[in-house]
């Protein structure tokens, strides 16, 4: 096989959880007084970990508290709704290879996520978070982190992405890319756009991951 480690993004591609976390996205802002629409958050903010900052510049004020009362809202929706990606515990179960998790998360929140939806153990403790680096997605530095610690070149990594800033990590980072499309959240289109940010292939469902690995990268 010419790769030796696939890394999985977290949110959109082994939980759905994108949809759920715009909706708790929405009523925070409205708390603060900031009124956008749910396309706008993700077309602009998916795959990201400075919406809080974009806004705070601009909006030119600041959003304290905001992230606390996130986690307070996410917490127990997460609880009572969220649900694994279709397919993706056997998916993973299937590979050979070493995997991994690299997502724009915080390590609070996808320990409960994972653990939530029975994914967690099957990762730990190779889960790495944006916050374990200096720039989050679409710089590349979350993945060659991920990359590091795993004991593998970039080059032998495949990355598995639903967003078009998780996307260009991927490339940045020298790294093929699978865009997935299957998460709830994703619109018409958006195979497109992850193939224009330079994914070498796009899946829309997880069961085609293991086909498209021995098709792509025998």
Not at 81 to 97: F, G, N
Not at 108 to 133: I, K, M
Not at 191 to 202: K, P, T, Y
Request: with cysteine.
């Amino acid at each position: 096989m010419r790769f030796d480690l696939v890394i999985f993004d977290c949110d959109g591609v082994l939980i759905d959880s994108e949809l759920l976390s715009v909706q708790v996205d929405l009523q925070c802002l409205a708390e603060f007084g900031i009124e956008l629409s749910a396309d706008e958050i993700i077309e602009r903010y998916t795959g990201t970990s400075g919406m809080v900052a974009d806004l705070e510049a601009r909006y030119g004020r600041t959003l304290e508290g905001f992230d606390e009362r996130h986690r307070q809202l996410v917490r127990p929706l997460f609880e009572a709704r969220l649900q694994a990606v279709p397919d993706v515990a056997a998916v993973v179960d299937s590979l050979t290879c070493k995997v991994c998790v690299a997502s724009s998360s915080s390590p609070e929140r996808l320990r409960h996520a994972l653990s939530l939806v029975g994914l967690f153990d099957r990762f730990h403790p190779y889960v790495f978070s944006a916050t374990e680096v200096a720039r989050g997605k679409p710089a590349p530095d979350l993945f060659l982190h991920a990359a590091d610690r795993m004991g593998v070149r970039p080059r032998r990594c495949i990355v598995i992405e639903d967003s078009v800033p998780g996307v260009a990590a991927a490339v940045a980072a020298d790294m093929p890319a699978i865009g997935f499309t299957g998460g709830a959240h994703c619109r018409p289109g958006h195979a497109a756009r992850l193939s224009d940010a330079g994914a070498a292939l796009v899946i829309d469902q997880m069961a085609q991951l293991p086909s498209a690995l021995a098709r792509h990268w025998p």
